[in-house]
């Protein structure tokens, strides 16, 4: 039997809302559909950040992927990704061909991105956030996620391990900084991270990362400023 839906009347309050929105997702650029390969790499980046890329969304990008003789197998792709904790959303870029087949295993095509491939042009330096920041005036707890879009994310306390705060401009936590840190989230190579005691579990800026095994013992507990040189993160102690 059929069920009849109630007609719509202007008193009732409607049970969703669409809305644009702008979200800021993970993108794999794929050079060449090699299952090993990728999951051997995969597992090594899984090791050095385990909650990092834990349900992460993830767009796969074929600009950089030819067509084998085999053919792409996406659902294999799909799985291998989603083993690894990943959540893969869609597909952008690639031929018309490359589209499709990813599209029957039911990957949409996604927009394309105005930032450029790293393996096709150089990079570009994004323009200096100047919007104002967003202040955090109480602790952030384990499980907490906290973005700041188009400024600074200012946090008066500690960041708990386990939390996670991000920024499309600097990162400032006057605390511990025990979670994940990640400033110039839209690619501002010029962001930068200050805390009053660095404990991270990741700190990253314009997608440069580093691991809590990757700080040294020198710079563990003390005040730092980090920043990027020569594409590389450089830690440096603050004053106090």
């Not at 979670?179 to 501002?188: I, L, S, W």
């Not at 990757?214 to 590389?232: F, P, T, V």
């Amino acid at each position: 039997m059929l069920l009849k839906s109630s007609p719509l009347t202007s008193e009732e309050p409607p049970p969703f809302e669409l809305k644009a929105s702008l979200f800021t997702l993970t993108v794999l650029y794929l050079f060449k559909l090699d299952r090993v390969a990728i999951e051997r790499h995969l597992t090594e980046k899984i090791k050095q950040a385990p909650s990092f890329f834990n349900n992460t969304p993830v767009v796969i990008d074929l600009e950089g992927l030819h067509e084998s003789r085999e053919g792409v197998d996406f659902i294999a792709l799909y799985e291998l990704l989603r083993g690894c904790g990943m959540v893969p959303v869609g597909i952008r870029n690639g031929n018309p061909k490359l589209q499709a087949v990813a599209r029957l295993a039911g990957l949409p095509l996604l927009p394309e991105s105005r930032s450029a491939s790293p393996a096709r042009k150089p990079e570009q330096r994004a323009e200096p956030v100047s919007a104002r920041g967003l202040i955090v005036s109480h602790p952030v707890r384990s499980g907490q996620q906290i973005y700041a879009p188009n400024g600074d994310l200012i946090i008066l306390g500690t960041v708990s391990a386990g939390a996670e705060i991000m920024a499309d401009g600097h990162v400032h936590v006057y605390g511990l900084l025990r979670g994940r840190a990640q400033a110039g989230m839209k690619g501002d190579l010029e962001a930068r991270i200050f805390c009053q005691g660095l404990e991270a579990e990741l700190v990253s800026i314009a997608g440069r990362y580093r691991v809590s095994e990757q700080i040294g013992s020198g710079d563990w507990g003390k005040a730092a400023q980090i920043h990027l040189a020569d594409d590389r993160l450089i830690i440096e102690h603050l004053t106090r």
